[in-house]
């Protein structure tokens, strides 16, 4: 069974609008087609503006899609409401104090969810709450707190909670732990791997610590410019990465005991989102370029078990 | 709220401005069970008594009627409709800020067009029109002060909404269930209060003048009936003959005027909390030194701090966010400095050039040596030729050095020749070659461009380039990769190594990634709660981690390359530096920690190229942290 369905999802963002002229269109995300396996942690990777958050919003409904379809448990979420996405998939933000809002108790933030989602009595939502705190380590007596009174660390376990509190089977971690010191971001990442144990979750987890993911994750889809450029198992999408995109993160990222030298590319600049080029995307930058990729954009093919790639001259070996 | 008092009461014009108005109130209030003549009753063959005249404390105006009568009763009215339309205005503008804010798009779009057309007319010929459309009145004047003043309210009330509603917690309630009204009035709400109150207690006095004012004209108060605009528009005749028919009404205007605006200052200051800290007092030009004995400075090393301590005093607390450092660096090394948020290298690397915020910040112990000089008992004239000049930093967020409105090469130009003279030709070739030095391609075209023009990768190279512009001996890097993409990151990484390589250059860098550190520093601090835990060259260090903490940090660390795996954390947190606990500041977090490491202070121990503060540092051989 698949937690999540997702084909050709395109997000089209209009700049420049103004009340009397139509905008100019921005492919923000570009016909993605993928799918999320239940209980699976899938991991998502790119660099900042290649439509992580975007995708991340239109699977939650928070933002509308311009096309394409999204498959939560089998069912089709074509005019559903936030509320009712609420209660099938939820979000962790990135920035777990912003997340909260000032002016409510940790206990108001968490009994929106119980309220709203589920019509719990007051008495239930207590015994809710208990539970909650309980597997995610808050003590109770937070509860009366409010957010500027937590570390950042805490304040993501109470965003966690939240989460949680909708009981929905699907969470999409929006870059989780990068407001985190590592140590804090080491004790949240166990945490989220208890709670996915214990309450048979789903995962989407993204972030641009390749490493990160890497240790979190069953599977590895990297995004550039809008599209899926590869796809693969986690331990594999880096060690043997077949996309020339994919080679050049898990190049770039540091590692101790490996020379620095920048690893080569022709340029660094993305390509412009209000004119893309017709063939691939990364061409500009690509040292493995050909002829072909300046006019045919690749579609994503397989290339080993479980492991697809966009790209006429994939690496081998 | 009793904390909000306070501060609202230690500004002493803002006391004063409360207890006047409390004091005008409760004469409004208790006005009409005072034993007074009826304010309206005309006496032709008393006119114009002058005050303390028998019967009539304060006098009578142009018809005989008891001045101190009708001053209290207009008084009454003229707070009663100029509040009165301060709430309509509050309550009709912030509505409109908010929607505007909130639901955004075309909404916002038309609704604000709207306001500014209103805004566009000179305020007091709107009211007037107003008022001449509706007719003359008092209850047409309330409506006409209020409608001038909606377009204010929903100004700044929208700009409030519109950051508050992109807001992570607002997503977060959407998800939860709430609808947007639900959202509206629970989220966006409370957070936009304080900014309502503080817009209508600054502008509720101006709406009581403005009333006030309509009346003079005529427009609002009809005789009989006083307020205390009319009451000083019927004096007008009388000003020179009879002064105090108009002084009367003045004085109270005035005084109901005066009094609001210094309460409503006073509220505004309390509630806005860049006061609270006293970060709005303007930060002097170099860090205050407070240093009891003076350590002599050695003069081997190109750069060197010893003992360097430097304390946030904030109120009662004291944050000793610098305790006792001690670093060196010399011609074409790389010293990495690593530690978790808080652990005070940024602070460190500030109080180098005198560059921490005073108030609050204190150097109170220590050295900072440069080739021999202590810089912390330097002059601030001796510091400013010696900053971006001998010693250049680069920061986080490139955005914070370049300035949006020049373009890259001027500010190049700029910075060279601050420090010297550089005959303006010169300086524009040395830009070219500077941004050709930080890899920027195309360099001749690139100068001409604004910051904002550029990729967040670009910026950071330019403010390397303007680092280099006068050939420093020290580049004093905070986090300067933190906020790029891994891409991007190595390739500033190599450029730094390349450049420091090429021009000998000592190069201090921050950062928290070990993998960084690793591939380009030569020797590495690790800093926990101000001080320094563990030195050493990095490949020692790496390898064989003596201090408990940076072991276990360095545990917590994915690498790529590992597979899916669990990750060893660190329970607890750093301790806060306002609260220290006496010894070894890892003791609570520390699986060897015993009953000597809480009692005393511990010293970082040297051990030939190293040293570690810790009473019993983990040995190479020892085996594996157990968890
Ligand atoms: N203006 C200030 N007023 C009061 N305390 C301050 C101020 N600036 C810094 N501090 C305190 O000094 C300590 C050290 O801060 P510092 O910025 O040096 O940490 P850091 O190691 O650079 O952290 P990060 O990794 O987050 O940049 C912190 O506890 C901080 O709260
Ligand atoms: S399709 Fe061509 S340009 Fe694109 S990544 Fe593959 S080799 Fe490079
Ligand atoms: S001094 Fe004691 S408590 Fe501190 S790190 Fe060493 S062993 Fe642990
Ligand atoms: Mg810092």
Redesign the pocket.
Known sequence: MNALEVKDLTKTFEVGKTLFSRGLGVKAVRRMSFEVRDGETLGIVGESGCGKSTLARMLVGLLPSTEGEIKIEGKVQDKASPREFGQMIQYVFQDPISSLNPRKTIRQIMETPLKRLHGMGKAERDKRISEIFASVNLREEFLSRYPHEFSGGQAQRIGIARALAAAARILILDEPVSALDVSVQAQVLNLLADLKLKFGLTYLFISHDLAVVEAVSDRVMVLYFGTIVEVGPADAIFKQAKHPYTKLLANSAPVVGRPLEAPKQKGDELPDPLNPPSGCPFAKRCIYATEICETIDPALMEMGEGHFAACHNPIRG | MIQFLNLLFRNRLAGLGAGMLVLILLIALITPVLPLPDPNITATADRFMSPFSEGHLLGTDHLGRDLLSRLLSGTRLSLAVGVAAALIATVIGSSIGIVAGFLGGRTDNIIMRLVDMLMAFPYILLALAIVAALGPGLNNALIAVAAVNVPFFARNIRGVTVGLANKEFVDAARLNGMSNGQIIFSEILPNVLPVIVIAMSTTIGWMILETAGLSFLGLGSQPPQADLGSMLGEARAALITFPHTSVVPGIMIFLIVMSINLLGDGVRDAIDPRLK?G?LSRPLPATIVERKEVPPTPDKDLLSLQELRTE?H?GERV?K??GGVSLKVNKGECLGII??????????ALSVMGL??SP??KIVGGTVSFQGKDLVGASYNELRSLRGDRVAYIFQDPLSTLHPLYTVGDQLIEAMQAHRSVPQKDAQARAVELLEAVRIPNAAQRVKNYPHEMSGGMRQRVSIAMALANEPDVIIA??PTTALDVTVQAQILSLLNDLRRERDLAIVF?T?DFGVVAQLCDRVAV?YA?QIVEEGPTAAILDDPQHPYTKRLMACVPELGGGKRELHAIAGLPP??DQLPQGCAFAARCEFAQEVCRQGGIMLEPKGERAVRCLFPVNADQIEVTL
Not at chain 2, 339 to 348: D, F, I, L, W
Request: aromatic share 6%.
């Open positions: 800290s970060a946030f904030v944050y966010a610098v530690g978790e948020s808080g652990s005070g290298k940024s602070v460190t921490v915020a609050p910040g905070d986090e921050i928290h800093m101000g806060a530096v």
